[in-house]
């Protein structure tokens, strides 16, 4: 009897949130993208010293985020076919910290686009992978929770890579040796994986599964919301390059570093946001949640199409950001999972990655040209009209099928 009780304990405790899957994928999240972060934090630094402009920093991004998009539907359709995806999913951790520490190497623009896009299209491979193992390690009625803390792992990564190159900079360390230790932390990421993350056994027969399994009406519908409100939510590599054009003329070492900071404090705010985000989610509504941060993302590109001045201004800015970027990132997840059953759900969270990377690749290109040919506010000002139709959309989807979703079971909105 107190075998059997011990073993439903144990049970019941990997299918928590707390359990070693997805910690290790919080782990995993927080070391890679300390890796990757350090990089991209001081990267718009360095094109501006080069004397290149938004235009290139935005097909910097986008390039790589065509990529990603197409590795994202690609890792999709692959997580319906294979039984087993921690392999893959480690594999991918490593192949972006070697390419993210071979920017050592790189002196020109073209190295920096290629090196970015095949380790944005490894990031992109593994998400989806990834995200369908924690739903598979959980309960449904904890996936708001499990998505928030490996949301968190990623933002307190994203809060030390900025932090460590903020320092590094201030120290003067040369650009090539900041990538180079990217190199400790993202190869700590692919041992978290290893180690860490367990993979359920009994699943030979999904190789049987279709590759592209019927989606739900509902599920399109979400999904048009999240593309449209991607096509306004650009690279936050921008946010970086608004607060250095702001910098007084003449600025040493150390002056270099607040906008850097600015992004680490970016990314704490959004650390410390996203697994209340995720409990919100679970115990009050998916739709309503992510409204919440829809709306928000909305303000943000108002406020920086319309409010001038100085560096103190965009501050608020920084703050909301980080805030609705939380809300975004965990509750969509959360509710791709919800909507839909295991047997298909590879395929949906690919395909929901998919959506937020073409969003991500028009939003940077589009902002980065207009920035150059037209001004802030136009950038901005299209930016916001976008994530306004994001925000409709959403709205128009919560109307209808919020309910069930909420208060349905697994896919209970289908």
Not at 216 to 222: D, N, S
Request: proline share 4%; glycine share 12%.
């Amino acid at each position: 009897m107190a075998g059997a009780a011990w073993e439903d304990l144990m049970a019941d405790a990997a299918r928590s949130w707390k359990s070693p899957t997805v910690f290790g994928f919080s782990l995993a999240s927080l070391l890679s993208d300390a890796s990757h972060e350090m990089a991209t934090a001081v990267l718009p630094l360095y094109l501006q010293h080069l004397g290149l402009g938004a235009t290139v920093l935005g097909w910097i991004e986008g390039i790589a985020d065509v990529f990603s998009s197409g590795a994202k539907y690609w890792s999709g359709l692959v997580g319906q076919r294979i039984a087993r995806k921690k392999g893959p999913v480690a594999f991918a951790y490593l192949v972006t910290t070697l390419c993210v520490g071979a920017f050592a190497f790189a002196a020109t623009a073209i190295p920096f686009v290629l090196l970015r896009t095949v380790a944005w299209m490894a990031r992109g491979f593994r998400g989806p992978l990834r995200d369908a193992l924690m739903a598979e390690a959980v309960e449904p009625s904890q996936y708001g929770k499990a998505y928030g803390l490996e949301r968190a792992g990623d933002m307190a990564g994203a809060v030390a890579g900025p932090l460590l190159a903020a320092l590094f900079v201030g120290l003067s360390l040369r650009v090539h040796r900041i990538f180079l230790i990217t190199l400790i932390p993202g190869l700590g990421a692919v041992l978290a994986v290893v180690f860490l993350v367990h993979e359920e056994g009994g699943s030979e027969g999904r190789a049987e599964r279709s590759s592209r399994p019927v989606l739900p009406a509902a599920y399109w519908a979400f999904l048009a919301a999240v593309l449209l409100f991607g096509m306004g939510d650009f690279s936050r590599t921008f946010l970086i390059l608004e607060a250095a054009r702001r910098l007084p003329a003449g600025g040493g070492a150390m002056l270099l570093s607040i906008p850097v900071l600015l992004y680490v404090f970016h990314n704490a705010v959004s650390g410390l946001a996203t697994f209340p985000a995720g409990m919100l989610t679970d115990r009050w509504s998916y739709g309503r949640t992510l409204l919440l941060g829809y709306g928000m993302g909305v303000a943000f590109n108002l406020g920086l199409a319309f409010l001038n001045g100085s560096l103190v201004m965009l501050v608020p800015l920084f703050l909301m950001s980080g805030i609705y970027i939380a809300i975004e990132e965990t509750v969509e997840k959360a509710t791709a999972a919800k909507m839909i059953p295991v047997e298909a759900r590879a395929y949906a969270l690919g395909l929901l990655a998919t959506a937020n990377a073409v969003g991500d690749l028009s939003s940077s290109v589009l902002t980065g040209w207009l920035l150059d040919h037209w001004g802030r506010g136009w950038a901005y000002g299209v930016a916001a009209a976008f994530t306004g139709a994001g925000f409709l959309a959403l709205l128009a989807f919560t109307l209808t099928y919020g309910r069930r979703l909420d208060h349905g079971g697994e896919h209970g909105s289908a």
